[in-house]
């Protein structure tokens, strides 16, 4: 404490770099420790009163904010609570992305027969429209589930169906660049449900229709860019 005392009685040049080059050393340690935490923070504190004070360099001003944020780092922001999941839900969400495989397919289709579905449905349909969280090639899987299960419970593909292409059309019309792959991802299922028969070839085209119309009407979204070739890659 004596040199660092020293260093900012005269804080200029080679003491600055003394004082920065200790408290990087040891000053975490005196910050956090008990006995010299009052004695560091109002050495610290000095030190940029200091550093305001004086007009010092681009370099010099930058070793003091590090030294003194090494020793006393701003607070993080806290950190967003874990959304909270029911058994069954956690459990849907294991069979779809963790275990659903090409082996797996049909011991999945079983265990979510299993659930009762009266409860579990809307969380299933909320799940499978979530196909980015899966590999893209494995989304066929998922439309051979929607298949499987729909000789079971025929609302299943129905709301499946309609969440997907109002989710496709907000998504297309948010022209949200973030979002492009999420979108990609559910025009990959709805063809999917179309090979598995699921949908109608006219489900099919309207959403190609959608696709290829920018919009241009007042109260429509606006028309897309010359270079924009995203409703193409949809459409392909």
Request: proline content about 4%.
């Given at each position: 404490f004596g040199?660092?005392?020293?260093?900012?009685?005269?804080?200029?040049?080679?003491?600055?770099e003394l004082a920065c080059n200790l408290l990087e050393v040891c000053g975490r340690f005196l910050y956090r420790?008990?006995?010299?935490?009052?004695?560091?923070?109002?050495?610290?504190?000095?030190?940029?009163?200091l550093k305001n004070v004086k007009n010092l360099d681009n370099r010099l001003d930058t070793m003091v904010e590090n030294a003194y944020c090494l020793c006393r780092p701003p607070e993080r922001a806290a950190r967003s609570k874990k959304k909270v999941r029911t058994a069954e839900e956690e459990y849907v969400r294991h069979l779809l992305f963790s275990r659903l495989s090409r082996h797996?397919?049909?011991?999945?289709?079983?265990?979510?027969?299993?659930?009762?579905?009266?409860?579990?449905?809307?969380?299933?349909?909320?799940s499978l429209l979530k196909v980015?969280?899966?590999?893209?090639?494995?989304?066929?899987?998922?439309?051979?589930?929607?298949?499987?299960?729909?000789?079971?419970?025929?609302?299943?593909?129905?709301?499946?169906v309609d969440d997907l292409l109002s989710e496709m059309r907000t998504l297309l019309h948010a022209g949200d660049f973030g979002r492009q792959q999420r979108l990609l991802s559910l025009v990959k299922l709805l063809g999917e449900l179309?090979?598995?028969?699921?949908?109608?070839?006219?489900?099919?085209?309207?959403?190609?229709?959608?696709?290829?119309?920018?919009g241009s009407d007042a109260a429509g979204p606006m028309p897309d860019?010359?270079?924009d070739c995203f409703r193409i890659r949809l459409v392909c």
């Open positions: 040199c660092q005392q020293a260093c900012l009685d005269d804080f200029a040049y080679q003491n600055i420790t008990r006995a010299t935490h009052q004695r560091t923070r109002n050495m610290l504190e000095t030190m940029l009163r797996t397919l049909e011991d999945v289709k079983k265990q979510l027969r299993k659930l009762p579905w009266d409860t579990c449905e809307g969380y299933v349909v909320k980015h969280k899966c590999k893209y090639n494995q989304v066929y899987l998922l439309a051979s589930l929607v298949s499987g299960l729909a000789a079971y419970h025929q609302a299943l593909a129905v709301h499946l179309y090979n598995d028969l699921v949908v109608d070839s006219h489900v099919v085209f309207d959403a190609l229709y959608t696709f290829l119309s920018p860019p010359p270079s």
